[in-house]
């Protein structure tokens, strides 16, 4: 018996170290494929250069749209279209105007939030009241606050690790500030930009209005100007001026994108990779998320050059309107459940195109532990943080009709840097760090299509 | 028996966790100190901005040296001193020019490598022939090189998934190149730059000459150009025409700069953490190395802010000449032999100010392992990557004299976009990124401080 148990042993380990090489072997072919090749750089480089801004319902949406469909087809995935999706229609038709007025003007670095309505056309002035939370603002109350510019001044906290986590715990202030200044009479809200660097750039991004309470603006200001305004309306004769333009149409039919490798076993069996093709109107999105977008289709054409027949089919999704209204994720997981579709996994990119960290997984401990167990094969591309947690916005709406929901997790330190400004430009993606982001969901993808779930 | 066992136990087990979460506890202090203070950012903003490039013997290098020394002993550190070391002195004394000639003139960007003799004063111009390796060169011989210009074209190889590991690949051709060229007849060198970056940045670095062969000219040719070389000479009537000034005076007195945080137990053993203060005169020298200077003395300021007494005594060593000579680490080593020093640890951050990874330790495999014991206490911070390795140039000549000599490895994907060039500037370094490796390496001492080796 004894010597049975060690050749079944053998052979069992031996089976397992042959499959631990070739899928190691095949790995590296992938870094390798992804690294040497510039396609995912220079498309990166036309989405940014040759159509720039994307914000849902603008042209420059629908060219991106239009540029991505023809490219995935230029590369002969076997199937590729357009999923129809109705979007919101913001648009943002000035630059803004702040002013500190105390005896002297100060200009200050101010932009619309996205979704906000436009000042009077004359512009806002008004006394600033500064709040570090809501909690504050609940203890002022109407008569401090009535007929005021509420200025939410809460900082990043920098003791943070993950700048994510410092994210979450300032923006709601820009979520819902309006609204809940609006309660107590404010006749307009600003909001200290969220981000931890010291610059003049202010960062939009979605605001929402809750319906129980009057509309007002809602602007953003940089960081540095935030510092002045506070230090400036300590003086009691000042005033802030705010001046924009913005409004929201109609809703636009728009795409999200979609292409696929068919599956040769189990073509009905389908893994998602994507990112968000919508980005804010101030700069390119190059990480926010033309990273993701271009990562995705990369997954895609790299399998397809090294002449790998998945299992499963993969499909690449391009999601329409992450940025103000998730119209795009949402119509996803609509037509998935309608027609059935069994997802086996959804994997998103859309934490910036910086160097890889791991990823997290919204899923059953069984499938946390199953990606867990490849954790030597990824190692050796700096994938040490496979753990459990949230995933993405777009894929989010999958969740109970999908194993598992994975985020791809780049590291943060510098997302904040650039998200929603002015400085989500092509020339702060880093051409390997992109590159090494797509190999490493081209790997896991290559792992799930060949073991799981 | 059982019942002791158990409670023994659960005794060790008990003191096990109160260190570690003691440990852990303490780690978490350090990261929230140095990620909530400015000063290990603005005093690299000072070293960039206010002094700029030093090169050895120059007078910025001076200006460093006081800057340092002074910045220590207003941060209190228990001593503060110079420690003599005589250095080479190399000066670049023109912008090099470099124009390929066929018919019309293309100019090219060039710059001399760090210890290159000048070109005659009116320059020098001859055929170019392009090798990828000494052995092509070899192969050629006299009769095809004699007389002409060699351009060592070889590039990164850009599948390594180290940086590292693509730059030890190429870097003969720069630290050799002229003498291998030399020794054919070669009338001057010259290399593309060693990046894989393709931008019109050349990079420098040392290269020496042997002695056995004639000093050549030698150059680098940023990679933009060095493609429009590569292209142009297939034309046969294509010449090179090179023109740069620069010499080398008498060896010149500076410094290294140290401070310590004296022990309070056992005051004559030593964990010596450290950068280099000299830089490449092209740009500010920010990654390379002011980083790693003005994060080794943030792991003294962070520990005395927070009152911590070390066990040992810690000294921060701002090495003189790493670039062009290593004669401040040669020093160091020197004089901590001569007095019989006990060297514990000696840490050095000489591969960027970027996104921690982890330590690469050159040590006997116990004190490797005792450091990979701790790797569940620094994995919070990102730190996974701890292994047997490589550690700095500056510490590598107190082997021999120290337990452990360690290597902090920052994420290495950007390194090379920067290293050498004029892009090597104080905004290219995030503040976050910068704050975490100092934090990474304040961690890994204090453990070391606390029970090693």
Known sequence: MKSIFIILSISIL?????????????????????????????????????????????????????YTELLMKEYGFDKVYLQEVKVP???????????????????????????????????????????KSFAELDSLGSSKVSGKIVFFNRAFDASHIETFAAYSGAVNQRGRGASMAAKYGAVACIVRSMSYTKDPYPHTGAMRYDAAFKKIPAAAVSTIDADVLSQKIKNPNTTLFLQFDCDTLEDKISYNVIGELKGSVNPEEIITVGGHLDSWDLAEGAHDDGAGCVQSIEVLRSLKVLKYKPKHTIRVVLFMNEENGLRGGLKYAEVAKQQKEV???????????FTPRGFDIDADDQYVKKIQSWQNLLAPYGLYEISKGGSGADIGPLKGNVKALIGFRPDSQRYFDIHHSANDTFETVN??????????????????DQYGF
């Open 343 to 353: 997802h086996l996994a959804a994997i998103e990119s859309d934490a910036g195109g």
């Open 431 to 448: 051409k390997r760090e992109l590159q090494m982001g797509a190999a490493s969901m081209t790997a896991l993808i290559y792992l799930i």
């Open 14 to 66: 031996s089976n397992f170290s042959i499959a631990q090489s070739k899928d190691s072997l095949f790995i590296r072919s992938i870094f390798t494929e992804t690294l040497t090749n510039d396609d995912c750089y220079e498309n990166l480089r036309y989405l940014c250069k040759q159509i720039g801004p994307r914000l849902s319902g603008s042209e420059n949406a629908e060219k991106a749209v239009k």
């Open 89 to 131: 229609h913001w648009r943002r038709l000035n630059k803004a105007t702040g002013e500190i007025r105390s005896g002297n003007k100060t200009s200050i670095s101010v932009c619309a939030l996205g979704g906000s309505i436009a000042t009077p056309k004359k512009g806002i002035q008004a006394e600033v009241i500064e709040v």
